[in-house]
């Protein structure tokens, strides 16, 4: 199953619409809200690279509001 960057980073968006947030604190519970499986939460909940590819999208998407 692929996880898509864009689609993690707007659900973190509408959940902190202020843009107060943790993403690595939030990985986790973000991914399972999105009914990802076990796995893919626990491959991705604490991968550095895809949470720092998902803050730069959360940041764009931040920019253009």
Do not use: C, W
Not at 5 to 15: R, S, W
């Amino acid at each position: 199953m692929e996880v898509s960057i864009q689609k993690v980073a707007l659900v973190i968006a509408e959940k902190f619409p202020d843009g107060a947030v943790n993403v690595y604190d939030e990985m986790e519970s973000t991914l399972e809200e999105m009914g990802y499986s076990d796995e893919i939460i626990e491959e991705f909940s604490d991968h550095l690279l895809f949470i720092d590819e998902v803050t730069a999208s959360l940041e764009e998407i931040y920019y253009q509001n």
